[in-house]
């Protein structure tokens, strides 16, 4: 079968390739940027790209397609798109063919959450692999451990990350009422994507959408500290429940009335209880901690979900202390001059706030200068951005990027007075960043794109003589 995809280099619809490559099928694609490193991955797989979407690519790389796989990136009057609607020819969603031709008759387990997905489902899939299962996996993020987003094996098993967004310009769904899984994680639910829902109410409408599709004989893996999955599942729920939460006593307040409590419990010193019988300790590599209360509750979902599919939870710990992150989650990207920089994907107040607290954790009284990208459709709208000052109180310093952004970014920071600092230039930004970092500091890039290369950027002009 030869697949022509649009949308190509996005992280989902790169897998998407890359596991159809693997199951023997020709692929081609195109996408509006086409640029490393995602092109460089599709390219070393023998996949030949097309930048743009004109129509001639129906006489060119996509000539007698049997299918065109549509990213929801792609919209009505994209050319490509309306040549494909004339001409009748064949179209599907990433989503549907992956089930129809990968998921279908294997033992899916999904991560859902607006937070953590990525994390959340690299451990899963590390713990399942540690313990001799090879599952496949489709990931928004490359795991150290594995060094690709994607990988199709024989397994029975494969693990998924379950985006909430929807699936395409033909279908307005989520994303993952398309994978059917047997074993789902609903890790943690607030107010995303302002650009397509009106408010949480509609996010957790999906969500339960997803909940209708699990079996009976099926599991739901639920943070039981989230007031708004409770309610996901008080609209129905007809599989079992397994619920974990926070074993600390403040984690209590965040629950909704009358909502059972976890049985699975993680305390901040990592020990794992179960009703009243310990589980073990969670302990990290020391080469690369996972550091956070948002860390520990992953790994506890990931946890419960492999013992879901047989991995005895101390097996799954064993997996953990041997794991060693994903690229993007507090990654290092190099030390000049003794300031460390960091790259993370932190892109919603929740995340920043978890991230910013985490490293705090780690480095205790050193300097923390935070650096943000509001780049998400949902930042972008400034729909989140009366949060940002509260998120972000814990760094020392706060510099945000404001290129292309439509709203006053200088008036949402206002809260963190001289802490904040407002920028529309990137040179700009990294020369206002350089003079004032100085031995000892932590630079905290967060962005869910490549800003323009900052990182690099950054440590360039801080390795140059002063």
Known sequence: MHLHILGICGTFMGGIAAIAKAAGHRVTGCDANVYPPMSDQLEALGIALTEGYDSSQLQGTASGADVFVVGNVVSRGNRLIEAILDAGLPYTSGPQWLYENVLSGKW????????GK???ASMLAWILDHAGLAPGFLIGGVPVDFGVSARLTDSAFFV????????????????????RPRTAIL????????DIFADLAAIETQFHHLVRTVPPSGKLVVNADEASLARVLARGCWSE???????????????????????????????????RAPQGVLRWSTAAPQLGR???????????AARHAGVPVQAGLSALAEFHGIKRRLEVRGVARGITVYDDFA???TAIATTVDGLRRAVGHARIIAVLEPRSNTMKLGAMKDALPES???????????????????????????????????????????????????????????????????????????
Do not use: Q
């Not at 395409?168 to 994978?179: E, G, L, N, T, W």
């Not at 890790?187 to 302002?194: G, I, K, P, T």
């Open 392 to 466: 972000l109180a814990a760094a020392d310093m706060t510099y945000c990027y404001t290129a292309n952004l439509g709203w006053n970014a200088r008036a949402a920071l206002a809260p963190l007075g001289e802490k904040a600092a407002v920028h529309d230039h990137l040179d700009a930004l990294v020369e206002a960043i350089a003079v004032v970092a100085r031995a000892g500091d932590h630079v905290l890039v967060m962005s869910n794109g490549g800003f323009g290369g900052i990182h690099d950027k950054l440590l360039a002009r801080l390795a140059a003589p002063r």
């Open 347 to 349: 892109h919603h107040p």
């Open 241 to 275: 429940v397994e619920r974990f939460g926070d074993a600390d006593a403040d984690a209590e307040t965040a629950r909704a009335e009358g909502a059972p409590p976890p049985a699975w419990r993680i305390a901040s010193d990592g020990n794992l209880t179960h009703g």
């Open 187 to 194: 890790n943690n639910l607030e107010y995303d994507h302002a």
């Open 108 to 115: 899916t387990l999904a991560v859902a959450g607006t937070h």
């Open 160 to 179: 998924i990350e379950a985006d909430e967004y929807d699936t395409a310009f033909f279908d307005k769904r989520s994303k993952f009422v398309h994978y």
């Open 118 to 120: 990525t994390t959340t």
């Open 294 to 304: 948002h860390n520990r509750l992953n790994a506890l979902a990931a946890l419960v």
